[in-house]
């Protein structure tokens, strides 16, 4: 890094060259080689009288007096005889101006990128002594000035060529009292001076677009305040709307939704528009759009990728008439030809389920949902907008497309800074700028404010102690995981993922099956038909990428193994199940019903043997349950009221379903993102429901979700959505996963 600070790259000489010969092009041209050009410009650059910058040394010697030659430097001689080479007789001189100045006028017009450079290189040319006419540094100087020392490490290193190495000695040279002591007595490079000044006109491009859009804010607010004050704020119902809404509520998402598609279509504005849902979702969209307003002929895009191919036929002939099309996420960006039907669709709206999954626009999924071509954008979420910058300028982004289209790379740029520190001063005021641009453009519905009947919704959180055997296990694997990672992040997330199975169940690890085991159980496994004519040792390989649990489906599997299977104390030891045997007993005597989630859907096969030895009804619901069978098993479990408990996977099961016949919410294993686990307990306490809700967190003691507990509870204390008023109270980033599993495995 000292070495490039020293002596520009190549390519910044080769550059250099060009200017000198645009700027001198009497000089002959075989004076410049490239070793004579490395030597003249690395004299030239170091030259103490001279500023650091080529482009800016070449202005001034066209247009003051050729620099005297010097015995000590190449590098002036050579300049001087470019500078002379225009004026070598009387008779050429007026050739030499005129050639000057087209050289001028044509180095000018360059481009961008090197107008930026001279002009930046001129103001850093200025002896660190020298005043503006005001008094004090030159703009430009007070901007980089403030950077440098107000600006975090991450942010430091957005400087084209800072690494974090050197934002770590910038920060650690703080502070900067005056541009002497920044900029000459600590020989701070010319391309990191370049490059902050990207960075700022970054920052610029970036504020001028906020300022536009708090703009259009403003006159929205106002217009929405004048229809308000003239009594314009009420509308009736939709007459195509069915009545059941304003006996039941009608305060869910989807039927707001669906109100505002009846009234558009009543309207005259009657389509085509998209509705793009989880998969979790659309039965129960296309159920809820039937129900409340049949006069929208809606058309559902699912299925194979034949019947896709069919109804892509149909729609885009004009075979087939529909108001709406609803699909899932994954098929709206399934292929080239399921993406390439919804751009070439002319669609009025597009509605977005669960819009906080656009948050990332650098993600795959957001470019792609991007390029649907609809003239209004709406998006649906229950999740809150967080104190991230990138997110919110996301859904800006989102909502606001022809505005921020052309600065998308500045932005993603600017805010997708994954911090380990506090926010920085731009950051925190670019945050509240968002927040009150997107107030507007947002409907926000607070449980407590606008469904005052709703019941009550008590959390706790119960600590399991781990059983002996699994304590002992843990134990064992922590130290051995201790002792056998290095601190990198992608380790530390297997290192957390693992003792997060040894905290939820022994048997998700291969402990109990040793490898003598696996040998004998590999070559019985040559009696089975389907196996004979196997390798034994191929067989035990595969066999120990297999947990506990999965060798004993497999030994219930094939009877030549079945001796192998594990015993029942085995199945049901741990911590969690000796606390949800007594658990479980205690809300069935009470008439509750319960919803469980876990993240593992084998954590969920190893708790369906429990509820099997424990004689409890239930049904499950994960990934791999077919769509069309989710809503059956729903209506199934909110009907019957003999199934006691509904087995769900956390991610699968989290989004759009309503199960508000139960009244018990137990999380058997938290989510790293409490907002998964929050969005879980919303199953239950919703619309509709009549019962005190009961969310309980399944923690086991002393492992590594005591630690998720308490990074959970810190990003929940921190969270402040876009409503949010208080002055002061925009928390700092917490600490990652990485930082936290570092702690506390002592690295």
């Known amino acids: 890094d000292d070495d490039e600070a020293k002596e520009p790259s190549w390519e910044k000489q ?253 309207n005259g504005i009657e389509g085509p528009h998209l509705i793009t849902v989880p998969s979790s979702t659309l039965d129960n969209w296309v159920r809820e759009l039937k129900l409340w307003c049949p006069s929208l002929k809606v058309l559902v895009y699912y299925g194979s990728m034949e019947d896709r191919r069919y109804l892509r036929h149909d729609i885009l002939n004009e075979d087939v008439e529909f108001n709406v099309i609803v699909t899932t996420y994954n098929l709206a960006i399934g292929n080239d030809n399921d993406r390439s039907l919804f751009r070439k669709l002319r669609l009025k709206y597009a509605v977005f389920d669960e819009g906080h999954m656009l948050k990332n626009m650098n993600s795959l999924r957001y470019r792609h949902l991007m390029a649907i071509n609809a003239q209004h954008r709406l998006l649906l979420t229950g999740t809150p907008v967080q104190n991230n910058l990138l997110e919110l300028m996301s859904l800006l982004n989102f909502i606001m497309p022809s505005m921020f289209s052309s600065s998308t790379t500045q932005l993603s740029k600017m805010f997708s800074m994954k911090s380990h520190e506090e926010q920085s001063r731009f950051e925190r005021d670019r945050i509240s700028q968002a927040k009150l641009i997107m107030k507007p453009f947002i409907l926000r519905r607070v449980k407590s404010e606008v469904l005052k009947q709703l019941p009550a919704k008590e959390e706790k959180v119960e600590f399991c102690s781990m059983s002996e055997k699994q304590q002992v296990l843990y134990q064992t694997l922590f130290n051995k995981l201790k002792s056998s990672t290095n601190g990198e992040k992608r380790e530390l997330c297997n290192v957390m993922m693992q003792l997060r199975k040894m905290a939820n169940h022994p048997l998700l690890h291969r402990q109990y099956y040793t490898t003598e085991k696996l040998k004998a159980m590999s070559k019985l496994m040559l009696k089975e038909p389907t196996h004979f004519d196997a390798d034994a040792s191929l067989i035990q390989e595969d066999m120990e990428v297999m947990s506990d649990f999965e060798l004993h489906r497999l030994c219930q599997q094939y009877s030549s193994i079945s001796s192998y299977q594990l015993e029942n104390n085995l199945l049901l030891d741990s911590g969690k199940f000796h606390h949800l045997t007594e658990l479980l007993a205690s809300l069935k005597n009470k008439g509750d019903r319960v919803v469980l989630f876990s993240q593992f859907t084998m954590m969920l096969d190893i708790v369906e043997v429990l509820l099997k030895h424990l004689k409890h009804r239930y049904v499950r619901l994960d990934g791999s349950t077919p769509i069309a069978d989710r809503i059956v098993l729903i209506d199934e479990f909110n009907t019957d009221p003999d199934i006691f408990v509904f087995l769900l996977s956390t991610r699968a099961g989290g989004l759009g379903i309503n199960l508000t016949s139960a009244n018990v919410v137990i999380l058997h294993d938290i989510d790293c993102n409490p907002y998964n686990d929050k969005q879980a307990e919303d199953r239950c306490h919703r619309v509709g429901q009549t019962r005190t809700v009961q969310v309980i967190k399944l923690i086991s003691k002393d492992s590594i979700e005591d630690c998720m507990l308490q990074l959970s509870h810190k990003k929940l204390k921190l969270e402040q959505d876009m409503t949010a008023t208080q002055q002061g109270g925009e928390g700092t980033i917490p600490d990652d996963m990485a930082s936290l599993l570092k702690a506390s495995l002592g690295l």
Request: glycine content about 6%.
């Open 14 to 266: 080769e550059a250099m060259v060009r200017r000198l010969q645009r700027k001198f092009p009497d000089q002959d041209k075989e004076g410049m080689g490239p070793k004579h050009r490395s030597n003249t410009l690395s004299a030239w650059l170091k030259e103490s009288s001279d500023s650091v910058s080529a482009t800016s040394s070449v202005k001034k010697m066209s247009t003051s007096t050729a620099p005297k030659p010097s015995s000590s430097s190449s590098a002036v001689q050579n300049l001087s005889k470019f500078a002379s080479g225009t004026s070598i007789a009387k008779n050429q001189a007026a050739e030499s101006k005129r050639k000057a100045r087209a050289s001028d006028e044509h180095f000018s017009s360059e481009g961008e990128n090197d107008d930026e450079e001279d002009t930046v290189s001129s103001e850093f040319e200025d002896s660190d002594d020298e005043l503006d006419s005001k008094g004090g540094m030159t703009e430009l100087k007070k901007e980089i000035l403030s950077f440098f020392q107000e600006a975090s490490i991450d942010e430091l290193t957005l400087i084209s060529g800072c690494s974090v190495k050197k934002a770590q000695k910038i920060v650690e040279l703080r502070p900067f009292d005056s541009w002497q002591i920044f900029h000459k007595d600590n020989g701070l490079s010319e391309d990191l001076l370049l490059g902050c000044r990207v960075v700022l006109k970054e920052r610029k491009v970036v504020q001028g677009l906020m300022s536009k859009c708090e703009t259009i804010s403003s006159k929205m607010v106002k217009q929405v305040t004048e229809l308000m004050e003239k009594g314009m704020g009420s509308m009736k119902q939709p007459s195509v709307l069915n009545s059941h809404l304003k006996h039941k509520g009608g305060l869910g998402k989807t039927i707001q939704a669906i109100a505002f598609l009846a009234q558009l279509y009543q």
